[in-house]
């Protein structure tokens, strides 16, 4: 018998013969509690221990002191960029992105999501939703990740899985206006339309190669799982989501002082979030059971801990190759200016692989590009940039082949480049 189960058995006849049979539950429930921190395992205990190390990385990575550093260079840059990202992006962006990967892992049904993005599933229901998220998400190509791991964990095909995970940060609505407004009409339409068909023809091609092996994979899902019942209405559930997905969209609206709709949802925005955080404490607290606040619980925690390290090592090497907007890399920002010039088809490879490799915020690729244009880049590799950058980076990458594998990601961030370059090439022939 095991060193701990003869601990654990002298444990509970020692207290229970001291506080009497009356009190036995009471007891069993202490007992519980002691085995399940402080036993063999040590599970609560050892995840507590990674939660406080995150923790502290994220204070680091928050609070440090560059003012300290004398010189300046990539490593700075790397430095200044992962706390750049830990002040921006953490809190309000990958938190509440975390809470509804959770909670898509444990309240949505792994029928109802092979169901609707299954490999078996209707082929245009899916693809039309995965391709047009990113108008409703206007998320950056690290926010969407948890997303993306969330469905994709939960029984979804590679191809509509592969579809959200490009659209997410690729159809921001916002994003194409300003586009439109600021670079022209024309390459705002062309990066709305080539986003479109982008994720879906790349989660075809995804799909259509990996078929067979994410079937089997698929097949072994389903055989683990059975229709979750619970007592909560499809609306319920329904609005439940959407509360989440408000939330993180309006805690990250872009500041906007023109006086229009869109710069008055900016200023009444964190109004609208502290309501529906109300609306959303009530949801858990009334519709929900306590053993689920643990599941999610638990489910946003494994997806925390998966992506975020990832992220921060994935920042970090982004800030030494290329430094952040306006600051100089490892790869002097006048040499990407040089080779994007024109419209020939090396400048426009040149700019999808340099925005598949930067990071870029929801929004700053706008006008990071118009920068770029007034120092000579040509309309096509614009519009490369355009569809490439926002949807791929480095941390991104990374954390993409944390979720399906090398193989996979390195056709996903090959489809990308390439049809970027080579939507590029058209439209500066067109236009």
Not at 230 to 248: D, K, N
Not at 268 to 289: D, G, P, R
Not at 386 to 395: E, R, T, Y
């Amino acid at each position: 018998m095991p060193a701990s189960k003869t601990k654990h058995d002298t444990f509970s006849r020692v207290v229970k013969k001291s506080w009497g049979d009356d009190r036995i539950q009471i007891i069993d429930k202490l007992i519980f509690l002691r085995h399940y921190i402080f036993g063999q395992k040590g599970i609560f205990m050892k995840e507590f221990r990674n939660f406080i190390i995150l923790l502290v990385l994220f204070l680091v990575c928050y609070f440090f002191p560059l003012s300290i550093i004398t010189f300046r260079g990539p490593v700075y840059e790397a430095l200044a960029l992962v706390q750049w990202y830990a002040r921006e992006h953490v809190l309000l962006c990958l938190v509440p992105a975390f809470f509804i990967a959770g909670a898509v892992s444990v309240f949505i049904s792994k029928a109802s999501v092979v169901k609707y993005f299954g490999n078996d599933a209707n082929k245009f229901l899916a693809y039309g939703v995965a391709s047009i998220s990113g108008a409703i998400l206007a998320v950056c190509s690290c926010t969407v990740l948890p997303l993306f791991s969330g469905i994709h964990k939960r029984g979804a095909g590679i191809g509509p899985a592969i579809a959200f995970l490009y659209s997410g940060p690729a159809i921001n609505i916002l994003a194409i206006i300003i586009t439109a407004r600021v670079l022209g009409f024309e390459l705002g339409i062309a990066r709305a339309i080539g986003a479109i068909l982008f994720s879906i023809i790349i989660g075809l091609i995804m799909q259509l190669i990996f078929l067979k092996e994410d079937k089997d994979n698929n097949n072994q899902k389903i055989i683990e799982f059975e229709e979750n019942k619970t007592e909560r209405s499809l609306w319920q559930t329904g609005v439940y989501f959407f509360v989440m997905t408000a939330i993180l969209i309006f805690a990250n609206w872009s500041a906007n002082k023109e006086n229009s709709f869109w710069g008055y949802i900016y200023r009444i925005k964190w109004y609208l979030t502290a309501i529906l955080l109300i609306i959303l404490a009530y949801m858990v607290l009334k519709w929900f059971k306590k053993v689920e606040h643990k599941e999610w619980l638990e489910s946003s925690w494994y997806f925390a801990k998966q992506i975020f390290p990832l992220l921060l090592i994935g920042v970090f090497f982004a800030g030494i190759l290329l430094g952040r907007p306006g600051k100089e890399g490892l790869i002097p920002s006048s040499v990407i200016v040089s080779l994007v010039g024109g419209n020939s088809l090396l400048a426009n490879f040149f700019a999808s692989i340099s925005g598949a490799f930067m990071y870029f915020a929801t929004l700053t690729e706008v006008p990071i590009i118009e920068g770029l244009i007034g120092s000579g880049m040509g309309k096509g590799p614009a519009l490369s940039l355009l569809l490439a950058g926002p949807a791929l980076s480095l941390p991104n990458m990374i954390v993409i082949r944390g979720v399906i594998g090398t193989k996979k990601t390195l056709v996903y961030i090959s489809l990308v480049i390439l049809m970027a370059t080579l939507s590029g090439v058209i439209y500066g022939l067109l236009f």
